[in-house]
């Protein structure tokens, strides 16, 4: 493939390393993944947590940046590459899945930035008044954060949110790598720091060895097999055609091998530190952790955080640091997710960034609108209190539980059964120092799709018995919501995806 | 005159003794450890019921969650508490655990229900977990290390 005009470059190599963890560091990893491993055996569920890691994470991540360096084009154009229009059909159904990610992604980030201002003061407050819930008061942080998010101040900062990341975005991959060079080392100091001070609380090692002393009797049950295997393709960003398109952006020769291992442990080593800074603080406190990244970030930790000792100061001090720790973790995301349709709209359209932009934060800001949405539809706060966190918990167990495995399962498919992955692998093999073994084909032919077909079958066979979200105590909200949420991720994306692909062509490109 | 100002000193006691009424507080019903706040696993500790409005702490039964919101979370009913509201607990199991009382309402009322968590110690060096936590960081930092320090070297390209 020739390469358009508008495409950049990484400017060196650990730049790109940097944007790409950046990418793969999420919220997720600072509050969910400690808390997953103890929901599934805590030291117990490192065994298929390392075993996921090498057996799918790593070579997943090897196609995936493999693919980006080969055809130096985002995740449609590369699926067309290997299988023509069927299979960027399948890139672009990745993408509207990552898209609709993106836009609750930001509004979960506004909710972020508005829990940073309230750490300022009013989050450490004992308790809130209520005045959009039939509750009229509840005890902070939870009170703050539900009174905050039945305002309208979230979609004020929705389009700061966005404003930021198309201020990084617009200058191209250059600006991404700029950005994440600050960003990145900053998050380790703070991860850092909160791991200190949580160790050095009042039994706080305990609280380490909590997160390591196994019950190897949670091993047997299958759970905690689909538990890791799902974590680790969530935390490494597979399946969105992110990585694919960071890749895109590297020279031929980058050695894709060394790459995938880098970021991949990287992202690993920090989450590994963040489950070791939260749990020492946990035990301390005696605060139950609970494997919800929503309910760890708003309520489990700022609880956590509002009983350090030390005074008012202390607790602010610490409570804007963790804040800001999760804004520079969600941004340093938020930016790969909206480059990825960015670089693809690029490659199918042949239209310079700066024209593409303005659609992209149009529709963006939109969507993330409908997240924030402050309409209380649950005044008595049993399930999820106002129709945009509704919308954002319904649209993620679709968009993001089956849309990243679909995308993976696809890449694999379409990769081992039709291009051949012996073709990638001597191309990766060219410029590795590490060679790929045969293995990587037997893995992504049939190990890597009959895990993922697994998990999705189990999952979806579950939606069978209680269709998601149908049970909620939300009234008449409940028969609308769960339903027209799969609808919009399935049928509006498999819609979109379909007029895309059809929509133009790369074959002169191919051909030259 | 003074009659007044007996008068006025009269109103000024009445407003005090009313406004003791007003500042003081009632008793919040809770739960407490009468040893140490962060108990031992296998060691003998003792649970103290306390609700100043509850007429009989008998009638409390104590339940303790460990492993809350995990997959293999699992209760332990205690026996229950004695007229001073005490329970004797031996904790199973090291880590947060979850202690709920409840007593039937007075008068068909709502059941009264306390809770509170307690982080139960290890006191001793978990070995395995400990073994599980060096192998782990010996994979992650072991192995980012060496790709990195790997990296460093000249670079050698493979032609197939």
């Not at chain 1, 065994?47 to 995740?75: C, D, H, N, S, W």
Request: aromatic share 14%.
């Amino acid at each position: 493939m020739t390469d358009t005009p508008q495409r950049g470059q990484w400017n060196s190599r650990i730049g790109f390393i940097m944007a790409a963890a950046g990418s793969a560091i999420g919220l997720g990893n600072i509050v969910f993944f400690g808390a997953n491993a103890y929901k599934y055996g805590a030291g117990a569920f490192y065994l298929p947590y390392l075993i996921a890691l090498f057996v799918v994470g790593v070579p997943v991540m090897i196609l995936e940046l493999g693919l980006g360096g080969l055809t130096r084009r985002a995740l449609p154009a590369s699926l067309h590459y290997l299988e023509g229009k069927f299979g960027e059909f399948w890139g672009w159904f990745s993408l509207a899945s990552a898209f609709l990610v993106t836009m609750y992604y930001i509004a979960l980030l506004s909710w972020v930035f508005g829990m940073l201002i309230g750490a300022f003061g009013p989050l450490w407050a004992p308790e809130q008044a209520l005045t959009a819930f039939s509750v009229d008061k509840l005890a902070n942080p939870t009170g703050y954060f539900f009174h905050m998010i039945s305002g309208w101040s979230p979609l004020l900062f929705v389009v700061l949110i966005w404003a930021v990341n198309l201020w990084i975005i617009v200058k191209g991959v250059s600006q991404i790598e700029f950005i994440n060079r600050i960003f990145l080392p900053l998050m380790w100091l703070f991860i850092l720091l909160l791991i200190v001070r949580g160790i050095t609380l009042p039994q706080g090692l305990e609280g380490l060895y909590l997160l390591f002393t196994p019950d190897f009797g949670a091993m047997k049950d299958i759970e905690i097999w689909k538990g890791a295997f799902s974590q680790i393709f969530f935390t490494l960003s597979l399946g969105f055609g992110v990585m694919t398109a960071y890749a895109s952006y590297l020279p031929k020769d980058a050695d894709q091998v060394s790459n995938s291992l880098i970021i991949s442990l990287m992202n690993c080593c920090f989450e590994f530190l963040a489950g070791i800074a939260i749990f020492t603080m946990l035990f301390s406190f005696s605060i139950v952790p609970k494997a919800s990244s929503l309910s760890m970030s708003f309520f489990v930790i700022p609880q956590g955080i509002a009983n350090m000792p030390g005074g008012p100061l202390v607790v602010k001090c610490f409570g804007i640091m963790f804040f800001v720790l999760l804004l520079l973790a969600g941004i340093s995301s938020s930016v790969s997710l909206v480059e990825a349709p960015i670089s693809a709209l690029i490659d199918k359209f042949k239209v310079p960034r700066r024209k593409i932009i303005p659609f992209i934060a149009g529709v963006g800001i939109l969507g993330s609108s409908a997240f924030a949405l402050p309409t209380v539809i649950d005044p008595g706060l049993n399930a999820t209190g106002t129709l945009g966190l509704t919308l954002l918990d319904l649209i993620d167990h679709w968009a993001f539980s089956y849309g990243l495995l679909i995308g993976g399962l696809t890449e694999c498919i379409l990769l081992g059964w039709f291009f051949g992955s012996h073709k990638l692998r001597a191309h990766v093999n060219k410029h590795s120092r590490m060679r790929l073994p045969v293995i990587f084909d037997l893995l992504v032919k049939y190990v890597i799709p009959a895990i993922l077909l697994f998990i999705l079958v189990s999952s979806a066979l579950q939606e069978f018995k209680v269709f998601y979200g149908s049970d909620y105590p939300i009234g008449q909200w409940a028969t609308l919501l769960p339903a027209l949420c799969f609808l919009i991720w399935a049928g509006g994306g498999a819609l979109i995806s379909l007029v895309l692909t059809l929509k133009g062509s790369y074959e002169e490109e191919i051909t030259s | 005159m003074k009659k007044y100002l007996l008068v006025l000193l009269w109103q000024c006691l009445i407003l005090f003794m009313g406004s003791i009424g007003v500042f003081a507080t009632e008793e919040i019903p809770a739960l407490g450890l009468s040893g140490e706040p962060y108990p031992l696993v296998n060691t003998p500790t003792q649970i103290m019921i306390s609700h100043a409005s509850y007429p009989d702490l008998k009638r409390f039964e104590v339940v303790v969650t460990y492993r809350a919101n995990s997959s293999t979370s699992y209760q332990e009913t205690l026996p229950a508490p004695n007229e001073d509201g005490y329970v004797a607990w031996t904790p199973k199991e090291a880590g947060i655990a979850i202690l709920k009382a409840t007593a039937p309402g007075i008068d068909a009322k709502d059941p009264v229900s306390i809770e509170k968590n307690v982080s139960v110690r290890f006191g001793t060096f978990p070995a395995t977990g400990m073994l599980i936590f060096a192998l782990a960081s010996l994979i992650l930092f072991g192995g980012l290390v060496l790709m990195i320090y790997n990296n460093t070297k000249p670079a050698i390209t493979n032609e197939d």
